[in-house]
Every structure is written in C-alpha cells, then in structure tokens.
C-alpha cells in the first residue's frame, strides 16, 4: 500500500488563483482529516469527513476554503480565491474508526507546499 | 478550551545526553494523549500513545493526569533522533479529530 497519496506535491499560484488539492486515503479507512502547517500556528486541524460526511469543519478559516468527499476514495481541499497568507504545507491523513469509540492511528500524506503569490 | 502547549520550539542535545520534550494539555474530559515524529523527508507518522504504555525507540511518555502532562523521554539521545516531534490529543468523543502542539524540533549534535 503507498500510504496516503496527495497531488500535487508542490503548487505555486498567483494571488486570485484557484487551488485544488487532493488526497487518497488509504484504501479501507474511513475517517479522512485535513491539517494545515505554517511555522506560526503549527498543524491546524481544517476539517474531517467519517464515511464520506464532514464531521467538523470549525476549523476551516473562510468561505474561501471548501473540501469536498465524493466517495471513499478521494477528497478534495478547494481555496478560491486563494490569497499569500494561504501559503502553507497542507497535510490529509486517514485513519480507520474502531467500534465502541475507539479510534485508531492516524497515516498522513507527504503534504502539498502551496506557495501563493 | 481544549489545548496542547509544547513550550520549547527547539531543543538541542549531544549524542548520549537525556532527552525530555515538554508537552502540557488542557481538557475537561478523560483525553487521549499521542506522540508524532516527522524526520526530515518523511511523513509525519505515530510514534506512541498514552494507552499503549510502551517504548517506542527507546523512548517513553507518561501521562500525568495531576500536572496535565504527557512529557516524552528518553535517557540516551541519538543522532537519529533529531526530528520534528508533536504531541497530540483526543477527545473520547471526536471522533478521532486531534489537537496538535506546535511542535519541538528536536536537534542531537554528535
């Protein structure tokens, strides 16, 4: 299994731009979460799907960010219009809900470096 | 407010010197408490939980419910341990969701 595949790695964009990241949980799990890292705030919880369904999006900053699960097999973090203070290292990871409240570790992806200018 | 808080963004050790990353927490319930570590050019992955009670790579945290505390510790650094190092939390009811600190960089000088 390759783990936690994002695409792209890297992104650079102008400020305006839209940015559409993506990520491929690991196949059988079913919770999806997505982090985002800056040096000045750490990893950020942004928002988390179980079963496709989003959970918790509190931690999404604005209406400019939008993350879509369409099935099991794939997420998708949207910034429109994307602005310089966006630029960041955006993480997915995925983990598998256990029964009874349990819940297991979280796999990260390699994360995208979004640059925007 | 639910809150993780590793006070030292870097800490830097010899090789063969104890090393101690601080983490504290702040949670009304009864938290799940992780360690993660993300060497250079890896991704960030676990590296133990409170409940599992065990030592991963010589290291070890406990979780001092009186002092709000899961400190990760091992007696004798090594090279290979500089890394970045996060500690996490969870709520029993979050469904998984975790609380990140911001994160120790840990640097072990030969």
């Known amino acids: 299994d390759a783990g936690v595949i994002q695409s792209p790695r890297h992104e650079v964009t102008e400020m305006g731009q839209e940015v559409t990241l993506r990520c491929k949980p690991i196949?059988?799990?079913?919770?999806l979460f997505w982090y985002r890292q800056t040096m000045m705030r750490g990893l950020e919880l942004l928002i988390y799907f179980n079963n496709n369904v989003p959970i918790d999006d509190s931690g999404m900053p604005e209406d400019r960010f939008s993350a879509k699960m369409p099935n099991a097999s794939f997420s998708t973090l949207k910034i429109q219009p994307s602005e310089p203070r966006d630029s960041a290292v955006y993480f997915c990871?995925?983990?598998?809900?256990?029964?009874?409240?349990?819940?297991?570790?979280?796999?990260f992806g390699p994360g995208t470096r979004l640059t925007v200018l | 407010a639910q809150r993780v808080t590793q006070p030292e963004k870097l800490l830097s050790v010899f090789k063969g010197a104890p090393v101690e990353l601080k983490c504290n927490y702040s949670y009304s319930g009864s938290p799940e408490l992780f360690w993660y570590v993300q060497y250079s050019r890896q991704r960030l992955q676990l590296l133990l939980r409170?409940?599992s009670r065990e030592s991963i790579k010589g290291f070890t945290a406990d979780l001092n419910k009186g002092e709000t505390s899961f400190h990760l510790k091992k007696p004798f650094a090594q090279e290979e341990d500089s890394a970045m190092y996060y500690c996490?939390?969870?709520?029993?009811?979050?469904?998984?969701?975790?609380?990140f600190g911001q994160g120790t960089e840990l640097s072990v000088k030969p």
């Open positions: 996490a939390l969870s709520g029993g009811n979050q469904g998984g969701k975790l609380i």
């Open positions: 409170h409940i």
């Open positions: 196949s059988g799990h079913n919770s």
């Open positions: 990871a995925s983990s598998l809900e256990g029964t009874s409240g349990t819940y297991n570790e979280q796999f």
